[in-house]
């Protein structure tokens, strides 16, 4: 009952939110140039939708997020996890990792595209950098908060270190991860469109800097909208992972309705 009862808010906010959007532009209220009509941002959308070549943008800028996500995790991952065991290792990079940490990422997208060109790598690159430590500061934590008594357990029980990783450090870490997951996801995608910003040819970053350089406030909106609509079906896709490899935790929705 209350779901379906937050759905209908949820619905009725939206409504009036872009229902009054679309009143202050017709009257006048809202300045068109700044801010289109909602009905103006759909158009453009359903144009950009219907033209099959902009799924060749959609494709460019999915394969950027896609495998700076990836490869950002997988790294993040495994140098959480390493470090994670290794105190010694941590302390003595410690230094380096903050210091790398600490440099903004849009200062590393003109040396990335010195090194590997106006191309994929690129921006491949730069959603690296960004998933990266998200995942890895996660990893590691989520390593180091194993209760010593577990581990003292499985060791008594004859576990060896692949057994260690596998059945005891990997899930009590898997709830760290998967909510670094969900956070990663946008920090992909921000480098592959920062990365298109800087030099494109194709690609939904470049649709959006080609509506801003002439002064194209429709097409800007519809490419974030887009944008957002594109991040939240890949968060709805982790939701479903996340729902089956962690079976152990209760269901949100079960808490909130008891």
């Given amino acids: 009952m209350h779901a379906k009862t937050d759905k209908l808010i949820q619905i009725v906010l939206i409504v009036v939110l872009f229902g009054g959007w679309e009143a202050g532009v017709a009257s006048g209220l809202i300045d068109p140039f700044f801010f289109p009509a909602p009905s103006g941002i759909a158009r453009q959308m359903w144009t950009w939708l219907s ?12 394969t950027e997020t896609a495998l700076g996500y990836l490869i950002g995790t ?8 390493w470090l994670g065991l290794s105190r010694r290792s941590a302390r003595i990079l410690d230094p380096f990792i903050k210091g790398f940490n600490a440099i903004p990422r849009v200062v590393l997208a003109p040396i990335f595209v010195l090194w590997l060109g106006l191309g ?27 209760n010593p008594t577990v581990l003292a357990n499985a060791r008594i029980l004859g576990a060896g270190r692949g057994d260690l990783l596998r059945h005891v450090y990997f899930p009590a870490a898997a709830s760290w ?13 921000v480098g592959a469109i920062i990365g298109e910003y800087l030099g494109a040819s194709a690609g939904l970053g470049y ?24 991040v939240l079906i890949i968060d709805a896709l982790l939701d479903i992972v996340e729902n089956r490899v962690i079976t152990w935790r209760p ?6 309705t008891s």
Avoid at 51 to 62: A, G
């Fill in 51 to 62: 033209d099959t070549s902009f799924y060749q943008h959609v494709y460019i800028t999915l």
């Fill in 74 to 81: 997988a790294l993040g991952v495994a140098g959480g996890v």
């Fill in 120 to 146: 994929l790598w690129s921006k491949v690159a730069l959603a690296v950098t960004l998933v990266f430590f998200t995942t890895f500061f996660n990893a590691m934590q989520g390593v180091r908060e194993v």
């Fill in 177 to 189: 991860i998967l909510s670094s997951l969900r956070t990663s996801v946008g920090f992909a995608v």
């Fill in 207 to 230: 649709l959006i800097a080609q509506a801003e350089g002439n002064f194209n406030a429709v097409g800007v909106f519809a490419g974030i909208i887009i944008l957002a609509a594109f």
């Fill in 251 to 256: 269901n949100a929705q079960q808490g909130a």
